[in-house]
């Protein structure tokens, strides 16, 4: 660069310095630009609310963190849904007629909801007028507790009933496997008869045997009072086998009984599974699955002033110095088409 275009940088940037009413006309035009972009385009006032939600849970799971997260995202799915925005619109219905217009979908292009975890959770309602701002996000909130109310005794309820499925499933299972262990009795039972063996039938029951007979006379005892205890009547243990047939005939008759009365019980406990899973499956649909882990509280009852997204100052502030940056960018063009100029001149 030699001197005369270096002077002529020199000179044309003082000269751009000392034209200070037209640096302060082109800021005052971009402030009278971005007001009036204000006033054309006004933005959307913000009402806020805070809410409580806690979790607290005795239960052990794999993973409690997924749990945990996954019943966050679920009580936000439910605070903006259309099941719980449409009460939310019919108590601002009552409120203001303009509401009354207005579909689930509609409040929620107003309503957002921020959080990290549980703790405090932030509502928020917007709208281009103040007044209807503060009326969504306080009927938000209103609609909230009482809907997380109700769920909450729907949980309680479901644990109720989860207890009772488990006691089901547990007595389902015993009287299978009480089934399952006659017909395993009956079967050794019916097997063993040496009374058919005329050599046999005149001898001792072997050691081994009686105790395993003892064995089963006391499994079949387990609901019987002390004086109908089939133990109680087994034959002495030098007496011939075939003194064992009365003994094993009335086993056998026991075990019958007893089988009858577990077959005429399972099928009730079947059905009543069968209806308490109905039961649980509708009442956890109605609680949106959320456990009685989970709480809502209202925290506070304040409901903050409804303030613009975006203030008129601060938009007519933004207009004038972007109309000085593009003021400064012609300003150097100028200079640079210039220097070209002087260059080629």
Known sequence: MDASSEWSWRADLFTLAHRWYVWLALFLIGCGIGWAIAQLLPAPYRAEADLGVFYQSDA??????????????QLQALILSDQLLTLVQARLSAQDPFWRTQTPADLRRRLHVYWRNAGVWHLVAEDRQPQRAAQLVAAWKAVILDEMGRIAELTHRL????????????AKVATEQRLAELQAMANILQSWQPWNDPTAAQQPVPPLQRWQLLELALRLDENRSGANALASFLPA????????QPWVEKALVSIETQSKLLQDQLPLLERRLSEMTTTYNEVAAASWYLSVYLGVDELNAEIKAPRPLRPEGL???????????VGVLVGFATIQWRKERSRKG
């Open 315 to 325: 938009v007519a502030l933004i207009g004038g110095l972007c109309a000085l940056l």
């Open 237 to 244: 243990e030098d007496v011939p086998a075939a003194a064992y």
């Open 159 to 170: 644990k109720q009933i989860h207890a009772e499925l488990q006691a089901l499933g547990k």
């Open 60 to 73: 052990v799971f794999r993973n409690v963190d997924d749990y945990k997260n996954w019943e966050m995202g």
